[in-house]
């Protein structure tokens, strides 16, 4: 994968003026980065690409890394989840662990899974193909039989990797990218963010794949850090629409009710949060294929290869949503009331729930099929948190079912308006 150099890193990232930042205390000592690496959504790694990641995987397996982030997940869990530090600690824990991966092979970032483009029929997306993640649990045990880690034994008790789909041999559905756009524009502070983010998309995937994704260890399953690199492309993106005032933004309260600060230590270590929180500084030297260069212009920050079946944005997919009613909009995407709105805030994504891998198909022209007019109007609704696991995750019971309650009305909203999806087959 592509490596930057420094001059184009901070071209790339937005030199942010120090004057328009509010910056923290020991934040303006963070070095800047010498290289910057781009973390790409997994449909477009090429055949070359995925097969270094691959390999890196399989070489961190084999050395018992991949128990080891299992591990020490489920003692730090009960701590970082439904708290402040959700965010910022996956950051450096998945940090981690692209380190380790790099040192196998210098040039691998890890990938991320945009699911949400897949919120209709998870089960069918081409990630969880057999030659990549590998599909749902069989036999007796549920043991995962294809993809990457259809071989391994894993902690604790030198077990299979198990997926258990929450609906028989099909995922229900997910949280569709309306949605996310929708919390990316009402999210205001960090902890709103959080809570967002954490209460639906997060935990949604984790218990509709289930088995070892719905516990504590479920780093031992390799779409673990997939989905949280996608969180963390969302955190990245926030934080970018307003770089001046949420770089830095970090309120709310610790898994004891105490208020959060920027100088408290990432849980497990003695570093500061304020150090994990600007891209292309200290050791978070990454951005996201997605992500603009500052103030939202037209530029991509990463050039992307012309690829016959990765699609650059489309304007028109981009703007579908905006023609929703004044009223909805008003409602849900109170940025696109008001204009355009950034376009970090608008995961409307042109790849396609029929995307396949661009390792298997750069070679062909792919041409996404236009969404089934049969579902206007029928966006289905996400799957909701149980509530033991709600309670696992620290969170409250109330608020997260007020947070769904919320979710299911921007549905039946979009509904009403006989809106259809680009993403419902």
């Known amino acids: 994968m592509k490596f930057f150099n420094i001059a184009l890193g901070l071209t790339l990232l937005g030199t942010y003026v120090?004057?328009?930042?509010?910056?923290?205390p020991g934040a303006e000592s963070v070095p800047v980065c010498k290289k910057i690496g781009v973390r790409k959504e997994i449909r477009s790694l090429t055949a070359t690409e995925w097969q270094a990641y691959s390999n890196a995987v399989a070489a961190a397996y084999n050395d018992k890394w991949i128990d080891w982030?299992?591990?020490?997940?489920?003692?730090?869990?009960?701590?970082?989840?439904?708290?402040?530090?959700?965010?910022?600690?996956?950051?450096?824990?998945?940090?981690?662990?692209?380190?380790?991966?790099?040192?196998?092979?210098?040039d691998v970032m890890v990938p991320y899974w945009n699911m949400m483009v897949d919120f209709q029929n998870p089960a069918n997306s081409s990630v969880l193909g057999s030659k990549y993640l590998g599909g749902n649990g069989v036999g007796a045990n549920n043991c995962v039989t294809s993809g990457l880690a259809s071989a391994w034994s894993l902690f604790p008790k030198n077990r299979c990797l198990s997926r258990v789909y929450n609906n028989g041999t099909n995922i229900n559905s997910w949280y569709s990218p309306e949605y996310v756009t929708s919390v990316m524009q009402r999210s205001n502070t960090y902890a709103d963010f959080r809570f967002n983010i954490e209460n639906s998309v997060h935990g949604a995937v984790h218990l509709g794949l289930n088995g070892d994704m719905?516990?504590?260890?479920?780093?031992?399953?390799?779409?673990?850090?997939?989905?949280?690199?996608?969180i963390d492309r969302l955190y990245a993106q926030w934080q970018a629409v307003k770089p001046a005032t949420r770089t830095y933004m970090y309120d709310g309260v610790d898994s004891k009710s105490v208020p959060v600060t920027t100088n408290d230590s990432i849980i497990g270590t003695s570093t500061p949060v304020y150090t994990v929180m600007r891209l292309g500084y200290g050791k978070m030297c990454y951005t996201y294929d997605t992500i603009k260069a500052?103030?939202?212009?037209?530029?991509?920050?990463?050039?992307?290869?012309?690829r016959k079946c990765i699609k650059r944005p489309s304007p028109a997919t981009q703007q579908i949503i905006m023609k929703l009613p004044p009223k909805v909009l008003a409602q849900f995407?109170?940025?696109?009331?008001?204009?355009?709105?950034?376009?970090?805030?608008?995961?409307m994504a042109t790849i396609s729930p029929h995307q396949?891998?661009?390792?298997?198909?750069?070679?062909?022209?792919?041409?996404?099929?236009?969404?089934?007019?049969?579902?206007?109007?029928?966006?289905?609704?996400?799957?909701?948190?149980?509530d033991d696991w709600i309670k696992m995750q620290g969170s409250s019971v109330a608020q997260v079912r007020a947070l769904e309650k919320a979710a299911y009305d921007?549905?039946?909203?979009?509904?009403?308006?006989?809106?259809?999806?680009?993403?419902?087959?």
Not at 338 to 345: A, I, Q
Not at 361 to 384: H, I, Q, T, Y
């Open 214 to 230: 719905g516990t504590m260890h479920s780093p031992t399953d390799p779409v673990f850090f997939l989905h949280h690199v996608n």
């Open 356 to 386: 396949p891998m661009a390792a298997d198909a750069c070679a062909v022209d792919f041409k996404a099929p236009p969404p089934n007019e049969n579902m206007r109007g029928k966006m289905p609704l996400p799957s909701g948190l149980p």
């Open 333 to 347: 995407y109170p940025s696109f009331a008001k204009g355009p709105g950034h376009p970090l805030e608008n995961e």
């Open 69 to 106: 982030f299992g591990y020490y997940h489920s003692r730090v869990a009960d701590v970082v989840h439904g708290s402040s530090q959700f965010l910022v600690f996956h950051r450096d824990f998945i940090n981690s662990y692209e380190d380790i991966l790099q040192g196998y092979n210098p």
């Open 410 to 425: 921007m549905v039946d909203a979009l509904n009403k308006a006989n809106y259809l999806s680009p993403y419902m087959v």
């Open 18 to 24: 120090a004057d328009c930042m509010a910056v923290p």
């Open 294 to 306: 500052a103030k939202g212009d037209a530029s991509a920050l990463v050039k992307r290869q012309p």
